[in-house]
């Protein structure tokens, strides 16, 4: 292990007393065992990392093997810290590439009859001695298209939870928390936290969403420019917002916590997951250069499928056109509405079964909720 290393070991080892490995940090190097792809490798990691202690003003970024955290925002000694678990970027790369292997999902992408019927996965614990150890490598499509796809949804995931942490220390959360409280940012609830305390902390991991919001957009036309020219293939925002709702549901569902009763939303610090998302989203949605292209394929698709425009005026008990060309700001925002669900329910397809109808039953629930107090 590297003296870069071994001191971010030194650093973060405080926040997490009673690890027993011999290593908690693990490099991008010896975390990815993957052939090079140019959308989620070691090479883009380590890209992520500079990236990050860039922003942090020479702070410390590191990937640990501890599965009692997703990803976290510290500080000690003056240096903002961010640790994000390894096996967060595992199993959100599982996720995506199980929904890539599901002919429900992103239908007429690729050629679904050369996907492997399943995925297969090898799993490795790192290595002190051999520095070509990984702790995953995954075959996940027969099709290269839908693979490439799959890693695509899986790194857009995976900066959106480290943007979100770098929002925390960004909006003086970290600082504001140990001076006003006395305690370091932390995810479990405190037996003496007050209503204020709550309040403030929802609206501070709301924050951290939109600045990871913000990131994502700021970062979306070099990303697109990036894959178009390593796949060969041309991307706009209509495209990345395909990749974006799922990517943000696997993080939805990859989040540590969640609320399903009233009580439990107030006394949460977060709102609830599908609130989350349904507004990261949108907000991203209502970025005017973005806003502009997804109106306008919105609008083709409307008027070019007036069965489908008269269905959807149906399901959605609302008008598409204010006029005969014009479409309504409702219908914008509930298409979208619409495809976050649907993917929400892709998801829960795959991997929950039988459990979809008390999904869907705690996520409107959530989202009357939110609506009533915050309305």
């Given at each position: 292990m590297g003296k870069v290393y071994l001191d971010k070991e030194k650093l973060v080892a405080e926040f997490f007393a009673g690890y027993k490995s011999d290593s908690l940090?693990?490099?991008?190097?010896?975390?990815?065992?993957?052939?090079?792809?140019?959308?989620?490798?070691?090479?883009?990691?380590?890209?992520?990392?500079?990236?990050?202690?860039?922003?942090?003003?020479q702070g410390c970024f590191a990937i640990i093997n501890d599965e009692r955290v997703n990803a976290r925002a510290m500080e000690k000694n003056g240096v903002a810290i961010i640790a994000l678990y390894a096996g967060t970027i595992k199993k959100i790369l599982c996720d995506a590439s199980i929904m890539m292997l599901s002919d429900d999902f992103l239908v007429g992408v690729g050629n679904m009859e050369a996907c492997y019927p399943d995925i297969k996965i090898d799993d490795y614990e790192p290595s002190a001695d051999e520095a070509n150890d990984a702790v995953v490598k995954m075959t996940i499509s027969g099709d290269p298209i839908r693979e490439a796809v799959g890693y695509m949804i899986?790194?857009?995931?995976?900066?959106?939870?480290?943007?979100?942490?770098?929002?925390?220390?960004?909006?003086?959360?970290?600082?504001?928390?140990r001076e006003s409280y006395n305690f370091?940012?932390?995810?479990?609830?405190?037996?003496?936290?007050?209503?204020?305390?709550?309040?403030?902390?929802?609206?501070?991991?709301?924050?951290?969403?939109?600045?990871?919001?913000?990131?994502?957009?700021q970062k979306m036309d070099l990303v697109m420019g990036r894959w178009g020219k390593y796949l060969d293939m041309e991307f706009g925002y209509s495209e990345m917002f395909q990749l974006l709702i799922p990517a943000l549901v696997i993080v939805k569902e990859n989040l540590p916590t969640e609320a399903y009763s009233v009580k439990e939303m107030e006394n949460s610090f977060y709102l609830p997951n599908i609130v989350r998302i349904a507004l990261t989203a949108m907000v991203i949605a209502r970025k005017p250069h973005i806003k502009k292209v997804l109106w306008n394929d919105i609008l083709t698709m409307f008027l070019g499928d007036d069965a489908?425009?008269?269905?959807?005026?149906?399901?959605?008990?609302?008008?598409?056109?204010?006029?005969?060309?014009?479409?309504?700001?409702?219908?914008?925002?509930?298409?979208?509405?619409?495809?976050?669900?649907?993917?929400?329910q892709t998801y829960a397809n795959i991997f929950m079964g039988n459990y979809l109808p008390a999904t869907f039953q705690t996520d409107i629930k959530a989202m009357n909720w939110f609506q009533y107090l915050y309305k």
């Open positions: 940090i693990i490099s991008p190097e010896d975390f990815f065992l993957l052939k090079k792809n140019g959308i989620l490798d070691a090479e883009i990691v380590l890209e992520l990392q500079s990236e990050v202690e860039a922003a942090l003003d899986a790194s857009l995931a995976v900066h959106f939870i480290v943007y979100h942490e770098i929002g925390h220390h960004k909006l003086g959360h970290i600082r504001k928390l370091y940012y932390q995810e479990a609830a405190h037996p003496d936290i007050s209503e204020e305390y709550l309040e403030e902390r929802k609206q501070m991991e709301l924050d951290a969403d939109l600045y990871a919001a913000d990131q994502i957009v489908y425009r008269k269905q959807f005026e149906e399901e959605n008990r609302m008008s598409v056109f204010a006029d005969s060309h014009q479409m309504t700001e409702t219908a914008y925002e509930r298409f979208y509405s619409l495809m976050i669900a649907g993917t929400e």
